[in-house]
Structures are given as C-alpha cells and as structure tokens.
C-alpha cells in the first residue's frame, strides 16, 4: 500500500519523527491562540513548502486538496456577510494548520512513524496492551486492506457478471462475512505458531 | 485473545476497504462512500469495546499516514481539518452502537436500528458539528447547517447497518460477538 510520504527526499526528512511532532503540536497550540501569528505562519509555511523544491510544494498542493469545498463556501460566507478580514482570517489558519500537519506527513517515513508509536505506546503495557500486540494490529490491517479490497473488487466483478445494474450495498453484507472468516482464520493460524 | 484481535483488524481494513470502494450507489446514482457504514458495523456486529478499538486501530493507521481515508486521505493533517470531529466522533459512535446492540433487550434488528442511529447520527454528529465550528470559526447552529447534507445518507447507512447486522444473525449467528 503507498504512502503519503514524499518521495522528494528533503532535508527534512532527516529530522526525527518525534521532534517533528513536538513542533507541530507547539506551532498548532501557536496559531489558535495567538491570532497575530496566523498570517506570519502561513508565510512561513508555505516558504517551508517552497524551499523543498517545485515537485515537493506541487505534491503539498494536491494534498490540500480535499479542502476545496469547504473554502468556497467560506469564502462565499464570508463575502456575503461582508465579515472579510474574520474570513481571512479563519480560511488562512484552517489552511495553514492542515499544510503544517501534512508537512510532517510528508516528510516522515512509515517505520518511523511506527517506531515513534510504539515508543509512545509503551506504557499502554502496564494496562493490557503490549507494544509487541499493537504492532502486530497495524501490520494485519495493512497486510489486509489490499486483500479484503481484492474481495470487493471480485465481489463487484461477480455482480456484474450476473445483473446489468450496478452492484449496490448489498455485497457489504458478503465482505463482511468474508472479513469475520478471515480474522477466524488468522487467529487460528496465530494460536497454531505459539499465540501471542 | 487471538480471536479479538484479528476482528479488531480486519474490521479496520474493513472500514479502510469501504471507504475505498467508490462505486457502491446507495441512493440511484449517487456514489457515497460507505466508511461511516463501516464504523456503525464494526458496533453492531463488533460490539462495544471491540467495535471502538477496531476503529480506533484505524484511526492509528491514518494519522500515520496511510490514505485509507475516504477518497484516499490520511495523514496528521486531517485531524486538523473541517471533519476533525467527526474522526474524534467514529469510535464514541462505534461504542454508542455497540452498546445498545448488546444490551438492548429486542431483536437484533431492532437494537442494531436504534444502536447505529444514536451512535451513528446522534453522537457522531454531536462530535462532528462541535469540531466543525471550532475550525472554522462558526457558531454550533450555523456549523449545523453545512453538515445536514451528509444526513440523509447516514440515515441510509443507518439502516443498511441494521439489515446487515440482521442478516448476518441470519445466516451466521456465531460470527455476531456483540450477541453471543
């Protein structure tokens, strides 16, 4: 399964994944509360983006992308009710608070990603839940997501085979008993190497 | 043990799968994704407990940055988005759903119907309109009203998620862990 990290390597790509997140999260307390800082963050933010090269700021655009919608009706709101500046304002932190986390996203690996959860996880052991369980979690789901994806697509493919309209929710209710067996079969197969 | 896992995981590849999955047409000719369907059943059919780590475990996955998100996104970035709480909602309302479907006395259908729309509608949008107004800088009512689109597909869903959970006492009584 692909990533959302760049594959423009960056200098920032070096940083620990840690020490990223801790900038992100003081940075993000920054900008929602301290108004005066928003415009001088999205500068700064979008210079970030720009120094990584064109392809690295093209990408960080793409990932914007899904807040589309949500900016034109601000934008729309706003010149309707003729509140400009609060309008700015609001569009600007909401952008730039979600370029900023996307930057880290960009930037950081999935094994580091994963080495810094489990880090944070480790006092989750002391209440039932070992880094060793979690890590084995995620690995299943990622493992998984493209084999239940290939039962829907042949699920599909089958309803097709068989009726002119397109297939419908009802072939939830088969993915759903394929993903019960599977989690069977693979708990049988874990308890057969030794459990966990 | 081994048994709770794996359902925990593969019920989030599950929600994963159904958000990637465009071309289920609940209503003629409108394609929704069916992720919120995902977190309603990982309740009914989960049950309480299970259902809300199978989609906090997902959760994980996302802010990692895997783009199993609805229309492919992921990242941090998008607990800092419009629909934040809405995320921060999925595993209260996979809970609420859970819940009632374990301990409501009526038929699974029945308790599975008013588990996913309390969980489901109720409480997902209670979260969901609270984190929408805060980052967009908008009062509760007005924040309201930008999300009641999205409420007459979840209200399908919700129904979508009974008769699954129905159907799946149905045919597999076993496999149903929120009613043993």
């Not at chain 1, 940075?27 to 929602?32: D, F, I, K, N, Q």
């Not at chain 1, 097709?160 to 197969?189: F, G, K, T, W």
């Not at chain 2, 609940?26 to 989609?55: D, E, F, K, N, Y």
Request: with cysteine; hydrophobic share 60%.
């Amino acid at each position: 399964m692909l990533t959302l990290t760049s594959p423009v390597e960056t200098a920032l790509h070096r940083w620990p994944a840690g020490v990223k997140l801790a900038a992100l999260s003081v940075a993000s307390v920054g900008v929602v509360a301290y108004q005066m800082l928003i415009w001088p963050a999205a500068v700064a933010v979008a210079a970030v983006y720009l120094l990584q090269g064109r392809d690295f700021a093209r990408h960080g655009l793409a990932m914007l992308r899904p807040l589309w919608m949500i900016v034109v009706i601000l934008a729309l709101w706003h010149l309707w009710t003729g509140a400009w500046a609060a309008g700015a304002l609001i569009l600007a932190r909401l952008v730039t608070l979600v370029a900023l986390a996307n930057l880290v996203t960009m930037t950081t690996r999935l094994d580091d990603m994963l080495n810094l959860l489990e880090r944070l996880a480790s006092p989750l052991a002391r209440i039932g839940l070992p880094p060793r369980t979690l890590a084995l979690a995620i690995a299943l789901v990622i493992r998984f997501t493209p084999v239940l994806l290939a039962k829907a697509n042949m699920l599909h493919l089958a309803w097709r085979a068989r009726s002119a309209r397109r297939p419908n929710a009802r072939i939830v209710l088969p993915l759903v008993l394929m993903a019960l067996d599977d989690a069977d079969h693979v708990a049988e197969a874990l308890r057969a190497r030794g459990g966990l | 043990m081994e048994r709770n896992l794996t359902h925990i995981a593969l019920f989030a590849a599950l929600i994963a799968v159904l958000g990637l999955v465009p071309q289920i047409t609940l209503v003629s000719g409108v394609p929704i994704t069916a992720q919120s369907l995902g977190v309603m059943l990982c309740g009914t059919v989960l049950g309480a407990r299970r259902g809300a780590l199978a989609v906090l475990l997902f959760l994980v996955l996302v802010a990692i940055g895997l783009p199993i998100l609805s229309g492919g996104r992921g990242g941090i970035g998008v607990f800092a988005g419009p629909s934040a709480g809405f995320l921060v909602g999925f595993p209260v309302a996979a809970f609420v759903a859970g819940l009632i479907t374990e301990r409501m006395p009526a038929p699974v259908g029945v308790a599975s119907l008013i588990g996913a729309a309390l969980g489901g509608i109720v409480v997902l949008y209670a979260f969901g309109i609270s984190g929408m107004a805060l980052v967009i800088g908008k009062t509760l009512p007005e924040a309201a009203l930008l999300v009641t689109p999205y409420l007459i597909g979840d209200a399908i869903k919700v129904g979508l998620a009974a008769a699954i959970t129905q159907g799946l006492a149905r045919v597999r009584p076993g496999s149903l862990l929120s009613r043993p």
